[in-house]
């Protein structure tokens, strides 16, 4: 199973793009963008490297392999999650991704609906599936930040570097603003003893 690729840009197209991904050699992979994936690409050229998580599809009823490709690990994560909704499979949830992925778990947590109806092809009925299926399991999400990026995270206190670690390496902060955030966190409950804790007040801290 394909879980990530990276190598050279060989065509766009609307909604996919052709990956030359060594050391295939001259085999090249169509992956599916949702929307908010394809706005990342949009700047790069025939030829650059790109690299996407990659969501690997195929059933019974669909024996032909469908790759779908994300920027952020946890972004296909969420992507797994959504796609666990009754009435919502891959194709449609890569139609659907139009906004953030933060702001779909945002609107999932807070039980808005209404916004989940912004989305391309979801419908009052499945907004509120999404809601029933997920409130409670996405809370996290909300907290990705919008550009990739990596750092290393050295706190003292474990239960902080475990949440540090989930802020940079998993939702894509920098180091210095998951530092900010729980810093904040802290401040405005010091009582707080355990990673659990720590993150859901970073979380209700980003909600407000």
Do not use: W
């Amino acid at each position: 199973m394909i879980g990530y690729l990276e190598g050279k840009l060989l065509k766009k197209e609307q909604d996919r793009i052709l990956l030359l991904a060594p050391p295939t050699g001259g085999v090249g992979y169509e992956i599916l963008l949702p929307a908010i994936v394809r706005e990342s690409i949009d700047s790069k050229k025939i030829g650059e490297e790109v690299a996407l998580y990659i969501h690997y599809h195929q059933t019974d009823r669909q024996p032909k392999p469908t790759l779908i490709g994300f920027n952020l690990e946890v972004e296909r994560e969420f992507f797994r999650y959504f796609i666990s909704v009754e009435d919502i499979g891959p194709m449609k949830a890569v139609q659907a991704l139009t906004v953030p992925v933060r702001d779909i778990a945002r609107a999932i947590e807070s039980r808005n609906a209404a916004y989940l109806r912004r989305l391309k092809g979801i419908g009052n009925r499945t907004a509120q599936k999404i809601v029933a299926t997920l409130e409670g399991k996405v809370a996290k999400f909300a907290l990705i930040r919008e550009v990739e990026k990596t750092a290393e995270a050295a706190p003292s206190d474990d239960f902080i570097e475990q949440v540090q670690d989930v802020l940079v390496k998993q939702l894509g902060h920098k180091v210095k603003e998951a530092k900010e955030l729980i810093a904040a966190a802290l401040k405005r409950n010091g009582s707080i003893a355990t990673a659990e804790e720590l993150f859901e007040e970073v979380y209700r801290g980003e909600m407000t």
